[in-house]
């Protein structure tokens, strides 16, 4: 994985929260340049009907965008549990824990009954 990489997913996160906000002002701002040209009589400006669209679009966009918590999960995590490492290692890891957690728990019922 390069630098350049990590950086660039780090920075997911900043883009989706300048995309949501382009897309709330870009909405708020053309349904209330239609409301003032509504109430005065007039048409609806080309760039306000523009602004609200292309916000919608983007606000669209935003939603399909992934978080980096996602992008993590999508090629980090398969990448850590298919390792050679983990799937070596945590069975055996796995079954010294329980091995010893029953002989701590032998060891404590035949302490108690001895009392």
């Known amino acids: 994985m390069s630098p350049w990489l990590i950086y660039a997913w780090l920075q997911v996160d900043a883009v989706r929260a300048v995309f949501g906000?382009?897309?709330?002002?870009?909405i708020f701002f053309g349904c209330m340049a239609g409301v003032f040209a509504f109430t005065d009589g007039i048409a609806v400006p080309g760039w306000a009907r523009a602004a609200v669209v292309s916000g919608a679009i983007v606000g669209l966009v935003t939603l399909a965008l992934p978080s980096s918590r996602t992008i993590a999960l999508?090629?980090?995590?398969?990448?850590?549990?298919?390792?050679?490492?983990?799937?070596?290692?945590?069975?055996?890891?796995?079954?010294?824990?329980?091995?010893?957690?029953?002989?701590?728990?032998?060891?404590?019922?035949?302490e108690g009954g001895r009392r």
Request: avoid cysteine; hydrophobic fraction near 45%; charge should be negative.
């Open 21 to 26: 906000t382009a897309s709330v002002l870009g």
């Open 74 to 110: 999508m090629y980090v995590l398969p990448r850590v549990a298919d390792s050679e490492v983990i799937q070596r290692d945590v069975p055996e890891l796995y079954r010294m824990a329980v091995d010893a957690l029953k002989s701590q728990l032998s060891d404590e019922l035949t």
